[in-house]
């Protein structure tokens, strides 16, 4: 059983940046088998994909509203996740989830890609 768990949220002022890391384990758990990504969803708003990247860290896909502001990345040898967020915007508050497909990768910034979901940390952009 594959378990994620966020760390690193907060309030941050517009133009301010923060990371936010996910933590992964479980028994049995090989964390370079995984397509990790990351999501968020503001209240009353769909949950939308912001990044994923490819088991080994080689692939990275980003939503078009975040391209050249927010960074994946992958630390296999702790089996940790990372988003680094810069020039943070008010609208990009949200509460913000890692996940994880146990299949084939093709990088999608769709829920239903997923398989495993921690349970969110909260971000937000202060004006």
């Known amino acids: 059983r594959v378990q994620l768990v966020e760390s690193g949220g907060g309030s941050v002022q517009a133009g301010g940046s923060l990371r936010l890391s996910c933590a992964t384990s479980?028994?049995?758990?090989?964390?370079?088998?995984?397509?990790m990504a990351w999501f968020r969803q503001a209240p009353g708003k769909e949950r939308e994909g912001v990044a994923a990247i490819s088991p080994s860290g080689g692939s990275t896909n980003y939503a078009d509203s975040v391209k050249g502001r927010f960074t994946i990345s992958r630390n296999n040898a702790e089996n940790t996740l990372d988003l680094r967020i810069h020039s943070l915007k008010p609208n990009n508050t949200a509460m913000y989830y890692c996940?994880?497909?146990?299949?084939?990768?093709?990088?999608?910034?769709?829920?239903?890609?997923?398989?495993?979901w921690g349970q969110g940390t909260q971000v937000t952009g202060s004006s």
């Open positions: 996940a994880a497909r146990r299949s084939t990768c093709a990088l999608g910034l769709k829920p239903n890609d997923y398989d495993y």
């Open positions: 479980g028994y049995g758990y090989t964390y370079t088998n995984y397509c």
